[in-house]
C-alpha cells in the first residue's frame, strides 16, 4: 500500500457524531414541548377554578333574572360557568395528552439507541486531565461497521457468503473535541493497519479473546463488540476514550436521505465496480445507496488503497458536518423527525451515551466549534515490514507527534493560542521544598503492560531525599500515557515547577487544573525506568523559578509555559500542529476535490 499524493477530499465519520446530535436537538424540541404543554395545562387547570369561582361568587349574589340575562346570574349564567370549565378541562387533557405524547416519542427515541459496554480490555486510561476552569476535553470514537446482521445490511453490503461472520469496523477515527470547545480535530486510522489488540471479554457471552500484535485493527470488532476497538485505540495513542458512536451500512443511507444528500466532488468520472460508485466529473449530491457506495470504494480513488478510502470518507463527512451546522437542509418538521429517528436507530453507543438527552448534551458541545477550527487527519504510517503488499504500521515519530497534540489537548491546525492556564504570572516564589506537600501516583500501566512495581513510591523516596519532605506515594492505580504534574491554585505553580525541575521533566508536563487537592505528580507510561524523565530532542528544561515574570521560565510573553518543552508532546520548537504526512484537512474547505484512479476513469 502505497501513500498517495492525490488532491484531497474532506474528512471523516464526524457526520455521524454531528448527524446523530442534529437529530437528538429535534428530539430535545419535542421534549420541550412536553415541558410547555404541562406548564400550558396547569395554566388551563387555573383558569377553570377561576371560571368556576366567578360563577359561585355570581351565584350567591342578587336575585334571579327570569330573563336570563348574565347580570342577573340566572341559569345562562351558571351554564356558562359550567361551559368554561368543562372546555377548560378538555383543553388541560388535550394538552396533556401532547405532553404525554412528546414524551413517549422521547421514550421511542431512546429505544431506538443501541448500547454496549465502552471498553472491554481489562483496563483502561484515566480521562484526561482538566484544564484551569475545571473543564475535560471530550474523545470520542466514531465506528463504520460492515456487519451483515439484518436484511437490509445484507442487500445493501453485498457478499452474503459473510453475512455470519463477525463485523469489521472499516471506518474508524477519532473525534477530539477540545476542553474550552473552541477547535476539534479527528484522527483516522486505516483500517489495514497492524495493531496490538488487547485481551477482551464479550460482556454477554463471556468469552475472552486473547490479545495480539497480528491483528489489523478493523478485527477488533468482532472481538466482542466495540469496546474492544476503544481499548485498541487506547493502546495505540494513549488517548483515553470517553464514549464511541458506531454506524451501520442502513445507517449510512438513512442518515444521508434524512439530510437530503451530502455534497461531494470527483476531478474525473469514475467507476467502481466493486463497490458500485458511478459519477461523473465535478460537484454531486449523493444520498441513499451511492452515500453508501462513496463511502465503501477503495479501487475508485487515489492509488486505490485504503488511504483513498478514508480520504474519501473525510470529504463525505466533512461536507455533512457543514450542512448539518447550517441548518439549511432541516427547516421541515417532518425532516427533523426523520433525521431524529434515522440518528437514533443508526447508532449503538456506549451506555453513558445511550440516550437522546446525552446525544444532545454532546451535540451542543460540538456545534460551539466552527467549522474554520475542525482539522481532520489520517495517522501517518508506513507499510507494515510483516506484510508490506496489504498492511501498514503507525510511522515512528510522525504518529506520536499526532497522538501527542491530541493527549496534550493542542489543536491540529497550529492556530491554538499559547497554552495560557488562566491565571497571571506567578509573581508567589517558590516554597521551601520541605513545605510543599506532593503526591505521587504509577500510573505506568498501559492497556497491555502492567504498571511497574513500587514506581509511585520509588519517585516519592527521590523527591523526599532531593528536600521534598512532604512527598508522598499514593497507591491507587492510574493509567496515563505521559507524567505530569498538576497543581490546584496558581499561586502554587513556581512549585510544580520547582518539583519538575528536580525530575527533568519539561514545563509542559506542569499543568493548572482544580481537579486535585494538591501537587500531584502522575507517572506515566512514557517514564517507566530511571530517575530522571528522558529527555528528548526538543525539551526545554525548567529553569530555576524565581517567582517573578521576568525570572520564571515560560512566563517572559505572560503564557504559561506550554509553549515550550518535550517533542513527545508535540510543542517542541514551537511546531503544535499536525505533520504534513498526516494529510491534515480544514473543516471549512468547500475547494476539495477527489483524484480518481486512474484504473477506474470511464
Given at each position: 500500500?502505497?501513500?498517495s499524493?492525490?488532491v484531497?477530499g474532506?474528512?471523516?465519520?464526524?457526520?455521524?457524531?454531528?448527524?446523530e446530535?442534529?437529530?437528538?436537538?429535534?428530539?430535545?424540541?419535542?421534549?420541550?414541548?412536553?415541558?410547555?404543554g404541562a406548564?400550558?395545562?396547569?395554566e388551563?387547570?387555573?383558569?377553570?377554578?377561576?371560571?368556576?369561582?366567578?360563577t359561585?361568587?355570581?351565584d350567591?349574589?342578587?336575585?334571579?333574572d327570569?330573563?336570563?340575562?348574565i347580570?342577573?346570574?340566572g341559569p345562562?349564567r351558571r351554564?356558562?360557568?359550567?361551559?368554561?370549565r368543562?372546555?377548560a378541562?378538555?383543553l388541560?387533557v388535550?394538552?396533556?395528552g401532547?405532553?404525554?405524547a412528546g414524551?413517549?416519542?422521547?421514550?421511542?427515541?431512546?429505544?431506538?439507541i443501541?448500547?454496549?459496554?465502552?471498553?472491554?480490555?481489562?483496563?483502561?486510561?484515566?480521562?484526561s486531565?482538566?484544564?484551569?476552569?475545571?473543564?475535560?476535553?471530550?474523545?470520542?470514537?466514531?465506528?463504520g461497521?460492515?456487519?451483515?446482521?439484518?436484511?437490509?445490511?445484507?442487500?445493501?453490503?453485498?457478499?452474503?457468503d459473510?453475512?455470519d461472520?463477525?463485523?469489521?469496523?472499516?471506518?474508524?477515527?477519532?473525534?477530539?473535541?477540545?476542553?474550552?470547545?473552541?477547535?476539534?480535530?479527528v484522527?483516522?486510522?486505516?483500517?489495514?493497519?497492524r495493531?496490538?489488540?488487547?485481551?477482551?471479554?464479550?460482556p454477554?457471552?463471556?468469552?475472552v479473546?486473547?490479545?495480539?500484535?497480528?491483528?489489523?485493527?478493523?478485527?477488533s470488532?468482532?472481538?466482542?463488540?466495540?469496546?474492544?476497538?476503544?481499548?485498541?485505540?487506547?493502546?495505540?495513542?494513549?488517548?483515553?476514550?470517553?464514549?464511541?458512536m458506531?454506524?451501520?451500512?442502513?445507517?449510512?443511507?438513512?442518515?444521508?436521505d434524512?439530510?437530503?444528500?451530502?455534497?461531494?466532488?470527483?476531478?474525473?468520472?469514475?467507476?467502481?465496480?466493486?463497490?458500485?460508485?458511478?459519477?461523473?466529473?465535478?460537484?454531486?449530491?449523493?444520498?441513499?445507496?451511492?452515500?453508501?457506495q462513496w463511502?465503501?470504494?477503495?479501487?475508485g480513488?487515489e492509488?486505490?488503497?485504503?488511504?483513498?478510502?478514508?480520504?474519501?470518507?473525510?470529504m463525505?463527512?466533512?461536507?455533512?458536518?457543514?450542512?448539518?451546522?447550517?441548518?439549511?437542509?432541516?427547516?421541515?418538521?417532518?425532516?427533523?423527525?426523520g433525521l431524529?429517528?434515522?440518528a437514533?436507530?443508526?447508532?449503538?453507543?456506549?451506555?453513558?451515551?445511550?440516550?437522546?438527552k446525552?446525544?444532545?448534551?454532546?451535540?451542543?458541545?460540538?456545534k460551539?466549534v466552527?467549522?474554520?477550527?475542525?482539522?481532520?487527519?489520517?495517522?501517518?504510517?508506513?507499510?507494515?515490514?510483516?506484510?508490506?503488499d496489504?498492511?501498514?504500521i503507525?510511522?515512528?515519530?510522525?504518529?506520536?507527534?499526532?497522538?501527542?497534540?491530541?493527549?496534550?489537548?493542542i489543536?491540529?491546525?497550529?492556530?491554538?493560542?499559547?497554552?495560557?492556564?488562566k491565571?497571571?504570572?506567578?509573581t508567589?516564589p517558590?516554597?521551601?521544598?520541605?513545605?510543599?506537600?506532593?503526591?505521587?501516583?504509577?500510573?505506568?500501566?498501559?492497556?497491555v503492560?502492567p504498571?511497574?512495581?513500587?514506581?509511585?513510591?520509588?519517585?516519592?523516596?527521590l523527591?523526599?531525599?532531593?528536600?521534598?519532605?512532604?512527598?508522598?506515594?499514593?497507591?491507587?492505580?492510574?493509567?496515563?500515557?505521559?507524567?505530569?504534574?498538576?497543581?490546584?491554585?496558581?499561586?502554587?505553580?513556581?512549585d510544580?515547577?520547582?518539583?519538575a525541575?528536580?525530575?527533568?521533566?519539561?514545563?509542559?508536563a506542569?499543568?493548572?487544573s482544580?481537579?486535585v487537592?494538591?501537587?500531584?505528580?502522575?507517572?506515566?507510561g512514557?517514564w517507566?525506568t530511571?530517575?530522571?524523565?528522558?529527555k528528548?530532542?526538543g525539551?526545554e528544561?525548567?529553569?530555576e523559578?524565581s517567582?517573578?515574570?521576568?525570572g520564571?521560565?515560560?512566563?517572559?510573553?505572560g503564557?504559561?509555559?506550554e509553549?515550550k518543552?518535550?517533542?513527545?508532546?508535540?510543542?517542541?520548537?514551537?511546531?503544535?500542529?499536525a505533520?504534513?504526512?498526516?494529510?491534515?484537512?480544514?473543516?471549512?474547505?468547500?475547494?476539495?476535490c477527489?483524484?480518481?484512479?486512474s484504473?477506474?476513469r470511464?
Amino acid at each position: 500500500m502505497r501513500q498517495s499524493s492525490g488532491v484531497r477530499g474532506d474528512r471523516p465519520e464526524e457526520a455521524e457524531d454531528a448527524a446523530e446530535s442534529k437529530g437528538s436537538k429535534s428530539t430535545k424540541k419535542s421534549t420541550g414541548a412536553e415541558g410547555a404543554g404541562a406548564a400550558t395545562a396547569a395554566e388551563g387547570a387555573k383558569g377553570s377554578g377561576d371560571a368556576e369561582g366567578g360563577t359561585q361568587e355570581s351565584d350567591g349574589s342578587g336575585p334571579g333574572d327570569d330573563s336570563g340575562s348574565i347580570s342577573g346570574g340566572g341559569p345562562r349564567r351558571r351554564r356558562i360557568g359550567r361551559i368554561a370549565r368543562w372546555t377548560a378541562l378538555t383543553l388541560s387533557v388535550l394538552i396533556l395528552g401532547v405532553a404525554a405524547a412528546g414524551y413517549f416519542y422521547y421514550e421511542h427515541l431512546n429505544g431506538n439507541i443501541r448500547k454496549n459496554k465502552l471498553n472491554l480490555g481489562d483496563k483502561q486510561l484515566d480521562r484526561s486531565v482538566a484544564n484551569a476552569d475545571g473543564q475535560r476535553p471530550l474523545n470520542i470514537l466514531i465506528l463504520g461497521s460492515d456487519s451483515r446482521n439484518s436484511k437490509e445490511n445484507v442487500a445493501l453490503g453485498g457478499a452474503r457468503d459473510d453475512a455470519d461472520r463477525p463485523p469489521l469496523a472499516d471506518v474508524q477515527m477519532l473525534v477530539h473535541v477540545s476542553a474550552d470547545r473552541s477547535n476539534m480535530s479527528v484522527i483516522s486510522v486505516p483500517r489495514d493497519t497492524r495493531v496490538t489488540i488487547p485481551k477482551c471479554t464479550d460482556p454477554e457471552s463471556g468469552k475472552v479473546y486473547k490479545g495480539t500484535e497480528r491483528q489489523i485493527i478493523n478485527t477488533s470488532l468482532g472481538n466482542g463488540g466495540p469496546g474492544c476497538t476503544v481499548a485498541t485505540w487506547e493502546e495505540l495513542t494513549g488517548i483515553p476514550v470517553d464514549h464511541f458512536m458506531m454506524i451501520d451500512f442502513s445507517g449510512v443511507v438513512s442518515m444521508a436521505d434524512a439530510v437530503g444528500g451530502v455534497p461531494v466532488c470527483v476531478d474525473a468520472n469514475v467507476y467502481d465496480d466493486k463497490s458500485g460508485l458511478r459519477l461523473t466529473k465535478g460537484s454531486h449530491t449523493i444520498k441513499g445507496k451511492q452515500a453508501l457506495q462513496w463511502l465503501r470504494t477503495r479501487h475508485g480513488f487515489e492509488d486505490g488503497s485504503d488511504i483513498g478510502r478514508t480520504h474519501a470518507q473525510h470529504m463525505y463527512m466533512n461536507a455533512m458536518v457543514r450542512q448539518l451546522k447550517s441548518g439549511t437542509k432541516l427547516t421541515d418538521p417532518g425532516q427533523l423527525t426523520g433525521l431524529a429517528e434515522a440518528a437514533t436507530k443508526a447508532l449503538t453507543v456506549d451506555k453513558d451515551l445511550g440516550s437522546v438527552k446525552a446525544l444532545y448534551d454532546l451535540g451542543n458541545d460540538i456545534k460551539r466549534v466552527p467549522s474554520s477550527r475542525i482539522t481532520m487527519a489520517t495517522m501517518p504510517w508506513v507499510s507494515d515490514p510483516q506484510n508490506p503488499d496489504a498492511h501498514v504500521i503507525p510511522k515512528p515519530g510522525d504518529s506520536d507527534k499526532l497522538f501527542s497534540l491530541v493527549r496534550n489537548d493542542i489543536a491540529l491546525d497550529g492556530k491554538d493560542k499559547k497554552k495560557d492556564d488562566k491565571s497571571p504570572p506567578p509573581t508567589v516564589p517558590a516554597g521551601r521544598k520541605g513545605d510543599i506537600a506532593v503526591t505521587v501516583f504509577n500510573g505506568t500501566g498501559t492497556v497491555v503492560e502492567p504498571p511497574v512495581t513500587g514506581r509511585g513510591s520509588d519517585i516519592a523516596a527521590l523527591l523526599v531525599k532531593q528536600g521534598f519532605a512532604k512527598a508522598t506515594s499514593d497507591s491507587t492505580p492510574r493509567a496515563q500515557a505521559d507524567t505530569t504534574i498538576t497543581y490546584p491554585r496558581a499561586t502554587q505553580r513556581a512549585d510544580a515547577l520547582a518539583v519538575a525541575k528536580v525530575l527533568g521533566l519539561p514545563e509542559s508536563a506542569v499543568r493548572h487544573s482544580p481537579g486535585v487537592q494538591q501537587i500531584t505528580l502522575v507517572v506515566g507510561g512514557d517514564w517507566r525506568t530511571g530517575t530522571t524523565y528522558p529527555k528528548t530532542e526538543g525539551d526545554e528544561p525548567v529553569a530555576e523559578p524565581s517567582g517573578t515574570p521576568s525570572g520564571t521560565p515560560g512566563e517572559q510573553d505572560g503564557k504559561s509555559g506550554e509553549k515550550k518543552g518535550d517533542g513527545k508532546r508535540g510543542d517542541g520548537k514551537g511546531d503544535n500542529k499536525a505533520p504534513e504526512s498526516s494529510d491534515p484537512l480544514n473543516g471549512d474547505d468547500k475547494s476539495a476535490c477527489m483524484k480518481v484512479n486512474s484504473l477506474n476513469r470511464f
